[in-house]
């Protein structure tokens, strides 16, 4: 192995290697899933080498060649819907991935390679971790995301989340390299036998879950509607009023005398018209879905709309002053609760679509709100919740999750620690065409399901609909491109797990754990002054 890596070539190819593995690997774009446990090896490999030789700047290109194949491999299907947005998601995130990676290679090198595994598990984790929180957060592809066209791999993400799956990559992956490069047969079989523990041990527990994990629960009845609406043509083409009569046929011929509540997509509600929120019950729609919900023994109806208020005030960095009316305005992406009570019910989209729904830091540089991609009527950042919210009909909780945000475990965690039973998540997955895209979005659904222990219902404009159970498997599910509506009965869960109350603590511990290592450089650089 030594000789291999001292060529330039080979360390150019290994590096191109674990692009191709990860790849690979990822859901619907091979859905190789066990690759995933050799996939680093490769690229660890030539970090090897870099590492003897320091060079930094050499090891940064091999890993964003790697990482670069993995973005563009993977997630090539967001040139669909922005052009611009994809090449930046590309390069950006590769840099980013690279940038983890050398920082890895650099804190080894000053510290020592005894804390090899440790250092990479504690800055790859920190960098997942922190790619949740801030304003260029893109968490498609974090690494226990592979793992969602395997659910029966990994029940136990109910008590650590994905990046528990991602922790036992990076670990099964450190350790195949040991044993790979380890020279003494000894070390070699004491790493083995390692090895078979951490690989036998998380997916034994993962199937006694799965098979010990209670799905029944109380039943409720849903309705889900598929338009398949053209997000290119139709959608902008037909009149709103033309849009919501088919809707709201196809949901006369769902609804049943149990139904009890209807789920629609997002945006579908007047799509070509931002609506003001206070004067909801103004409008004609309010008149005729609540004509339609009578026929349906007056069962709830979800759908997703653009909206907007009026401040007095700069609300937050998305209000933007009008001057015709001499008011600021904020445009949201809505989830809609038209129910039993006076007014319907809004909960506004919490995880904005970089580019698209939101350009970064306009808090600390505004004039980069002018930058913002107008698309689905929406012009620059829109507004947000300040917390994760739930609905609540007839004493059913659930939690409404728009498009983007079903990405995001730890925000759904702490909307079901409210007291939700289900999920519902309403999307429009049609901007992506028929690609890998909406696939991996529907299987990503799976993993919310069981870190929340809850039923997933999803309404998607076109792509896929369907139903989930709280142990990730897939109850029901509609094709692309086809216009359809279906009934189920899905089982409420009020039950907790330990995700929901503890959150993402793996990735607290990592970041620690990354703050111990930089302190420790830093006392080495001071111990070595003072030696001088």
């Not at 290679?105 to 960098?127: Q, T, Y």
């Amino acid at each position: 192995m030594e000789k291999i890596i001292q060529k330039r070539l080979y360390r150019w190819l290994l590096s191109i290697l674990s692009g191709i593995l990860l790849v690979v690997s990822f859901p619907e774009t091979g859905s190789l899933t066990p690759l995933v446990f050799i996939a680093w090896i490769p690229l660890l490999l030539v970090e090897s080498y870099f590492h003897n030789y320091k060079k930094g700047f050499s090891m940064f290109l091999h890993a964003y060649l790697a990482f670069f194949i993995y973005n563009v491999g993977t997630t090539w299907w967001v040139y669909y819907a922005s052009e611009g947005g994809a090449y930046m998601a590309f390069l950006a995130n590769s840099l980013l991935m690279a940038l983890a990676f050398l920082t890895y290679h650099l804190l080894k090198r000053k510290l020592g390679v005894k804390w090899n595994g440790p250092i990479l598990i504690c800055v790859w984790l920190s960098f997942e971790f922190l790619h949740f929180h801030w304003e260029l957060s893109w968490p498609w592809l974090t690494l226990g995301n592979v793992f969602a066209a395997r659910v029966s791999w990994v029940q136990w993400y109910s008590m650590t989340g994905v990046l528990g799956g991602s922790l036992w990559i990076l670990i099964m992956n450190l350790l195949l390299y040991k044993i790979l490069t380890q020279p003494k047969h000894l070390v070699k079989n004491t790493y083995s036998v390692m090895t078979l523990i951490l690989f036998v041990l998380p997916l034994s527990l993962s199937y006694i879950l799965y098979f010990s994990k209670d799905t029944k629960g109380t039943p409720y009845n849903v309705a889900v509607i598929q338009p398949n609406t053209d997000p290119y043509g139709e959608k902008f083409v037909l009149s709103n009023e033309e849009q919501l009569q088919t809707l709201l046929e196809q949901a006369d011929q769902a609804v049943s005398k149990e139904t009890q509540l209807v789920i629609a997509p997002e945006t579908s509600l007047y799509p070509t018209t931002n609506i003001y929120e206070r004067g909801l019950r103004k409008e004609t729609f309010f008149h005729i879905i609540n004509e339609h919900r009578a026929r349906w023994a007056n069962a709830g109806l979800l759908i997703g709309a653009s909206t907007y208020q009026i401040f007095e005030y700069k609300n937050s960095p998305a209000s933007r002053f009008y001057q015709p009316i001499n008011a600021f305005v904020e445009d949201y992406n809505s989830s809609i609760l038209f129910d039993n009570t006076p007014e319907p019910k809004i909960i506004h989209k919490s995880k904005l679509v970089l580019g698209v729904e939101k350009i970064p830091f306009v808090a600390t540089f505004p004039f980069l709100e002018e930058l913002a991609i107008d698309m689905e009527g929406g012009s620059g950042s829109l507004g947000i919740e300040n917390e994760p919210r739930i609905f609540e009909k007839n004493r059913v909780k659930f939690s409404p999750v728009v498009c983007y945000e079903s990405v995001y475990g730890a925000f759904l965690a702490k909307q079901a620690k409210q007291g939700s039973q289900f999920i519902a998540i309403i999307t429009n997955d049609g901007w992506w065409k028929d690609t890998p895209g909406y696939k991996q979005h529907f299987q990503f659904a799976r993993l919310r399901a069981i870190e929340n222990n809850k039923y997933v219902v999803r309404s998607a404009n076109t792509g896929k609909s369907g139903v989930i159970s709280n142990r990730g498997d897939v109850l029901k599910e509609t094709g692309w491109w086809v216009k359809t509506q279906f009934n189920y009965t899905i089982q409420l869960n009020s039950k907790q797990t330990l995700y929901q109350i503890l959150g993402d603590y793996i990735g607290y511990f990592a970041v620690a754990g990354f703050g111990m290592f930089l302190v420790l450089r830093v006392l080495k650089i001071f111990n070595r002054r003072k030696t001088a």
